[in-house]
């Protein structure tokens, strides 16, 4: 058992930056063909390419917006293209807060943006790569979460709470239904993750650092602290484990 992923096909999700590109990384590094999806960030996405290729990897760049569920094939349907097989490996990253907004200000629209964004991007995507993966023989869909899907999340984030929880019952839902073909689902659960355009556009240095007071293991965690774990649930270490949430967050939330 080992962590080598050559020869097989990654496509990560919303890693353009944060949590996504060094998933990307650590993949590539592995041996992995890497996908590197973008939404808007362009720029940052070919410099993700770039540093994985410098490093001796190889990668591709593929916008679309995830959140739609025609996009969410096409990208598929690229990134088949573009390595010349089927993707085996699935993180499906993309997610996002969107605006801090109190329930009783709650509008349709941003329900929706939200509920699309973490929670439909990851049954359309997932949707997409199955018939490549069954073909394949097999292969390991890993969903982000949140500790806000066990806590609720800070104010204004009852809908992203709720969208994330709904991710940690769709892993269980999708590990059933799919372990007959193969297909290993699991999930992570990052708690509070510095140096991300999440918490330096929605947390206060105030909030940051009483946060980081009540973590046990006393710092914020770091994007490759999340890595590290993707690269385990894709891997033949984690292989009789589906279905299941690892918890990323320094002991702040513990089940």
Do not use: W
């Not at 602290?225 to 033949?236: H, K, T, Y």
């Amino acid at each position: 058992m080992s962590f080598d992923l050559t020869g097989k096909v990654a496509l990560v999700t919303g890693a353009s930056g944060g949590i996504g590109r060094a998933i990307a990384a650590a993949l590539a590094a592995s041996g992995a063909k890497v996908i590197v999806n973008y939404l808007n960030s362009r720029e940052a996405a070919e410099e993700a390419v770039e540093s994985i290729r410098q490093n001796g990897g190889e990668a591709v760049a593929i916008q679309a917006d995830v959140s739609k569920a025609g996009e969410a094939e096409l990208l598929v349907s690229e990134a088949e293209r573009a390595f010349g097989r089927p993707v085996e490996l699935l993180v499906n990253n993309a997610g996002h807060l969107v605006q801090r907004i109190p329930n009783e200000e709650m509008t349709e629209e941003h329900y929706s943006r939200i509920m699309d964004v973490n929670l439909k991007s990851a049954v359309f995507v997932s949707k997409a790569v199955i018939p490549g993966m069954k073909a394949a023989g097999g292969g390991c869909i890993v969903n982000l979460t949140s500790v806000a899907a066990h806590n609720g999340g800070g104010p204004g984030a009852s809908i992203y709470a709720a969208s994330k929880a709904a991710v940690i019952a769709y892993t269980k839902g999708l590990a059933k239904e799919q372990a007959v073909s193969g297909i290993r689902v699991n999930a992570i659960s990052p708690g509070f993750i510095g140096n991300t355009a999440f918490h330096a556009t929605f947390t206060s240095a105030a909030a940051r650092e009483a946060t980081v007071k009540g973590i046990p293991l006393g710092r914020e965690g770091t994007p490759e602290d999340v890595a590290g774990v993707a690269l385990f649930l894709v891997s033949d270490l984690s292989a009789y484990l589906t279905g299941e949430t690892i918890e990323v967050n320094g002991g702040m939330f513990m089940r």
